[in-house]
């Protein structure tokens, strides 16, 4: 059985990131680019936890948990391109800021960063605890019977 690969087009899908869905926005957020790299970090991410392992695209064991790691990946790109892009208008005595959301963006990046690692431990234990299984050799197993 091979392993579904999660596409760029599934997670947009998912969060609904269209220009019909994103009202306050003239298109998509997030371009497929930046979804692909976000696809890639949370691979690498997922790689570096130890045991370290060698997923890929086509090979990585669960989708959820990739979905949950890329979408931690974007919503911290795009916290910090907000916090990059902050810049508070002051008119008439009305003090705004003109973008908002990276407070929003950066809770969402955190629980999804939670989530991620979480799952991503667990699958490690797991894969770990079925490779212990085996046999275990013994000297004892080459003694002659009396």
């Given at each position: 059985m091979s392993t579904p690969v999660l596409s760029i087009q599934q997670v947009?899908?998912?969060i609904q990131d269209t220009p019909l869905t994103n009202y306050?926005?003239?298109?998509?957020?997030?371009?497929?680019?930046?979804?692909?790299?976000?696809?890639?970090?949370a691979?690498?991410?997922?790689?570096?936890?130890?045991?370290?392992?060698?997923?890929d695209?086509?090979?990585?064991?669960?989708?959820?948990?990739?979905?949950?790691?890329t979408l931690w990946k974007l919503c911290e790109g795009q916290s910090a391109f907000f916090a990059r892009n902050s810049l508070p208008y002051s008119d008439g005595g009305v003090t705004?800021?003109?973008?908002e959301r990276q407070d929003a963006y950066l809770t969402m990046a955190r629980n999804f960063q939670a989530r991620f690692f979480e799952g991503v431990s667990?699958?490690?234990?797991?894969t770990?605890?079925?490779?212990?299984?085996?046999?275990?050799?013994?000297?004892?197993?080459s003694f002659p019977y009396f």
């Amino acid at each position: 059985m091979s392993t579904p690969v999660l596409s760029i087009q599934q997670v947009s899908d998912y969060i609904q990131d269209t220009p019909l869905t994103n009202y306050l926005l003239d298109g998509s957020e997030f371009t497929p680019s930046r979804i692909d790299i976000a696809i890639q970090l949370a691979i690498s991410a997922a790689n570096a936890v130890p045991p370290r392992t060698t997923y890929d695209i086509y090979n990585f064991p669960h989708i959820e948990l990739l979905m949950t790691g890329t979408l931690w990946k974007l919503c911290e790109g795009q916290s910090a391109f907000f916090a990059r892009n902050s810049l508070p208008y002051s008119d008439g005595g009305v003090t705004i800021n003109l973008e908002e959301r990276q407070d929003a963006y950066l809770t969402m990046a955190r629980n999804f960063q939670a989530r991620f690692f979480e799952g991503v431990s667990l699958m490690k234990q797991e894969t770990n605890l079925e490779a212990g299984w085996g046999i275990l050799p013994s000297d004892f197993g080459s003694f002659p019977y009396f």
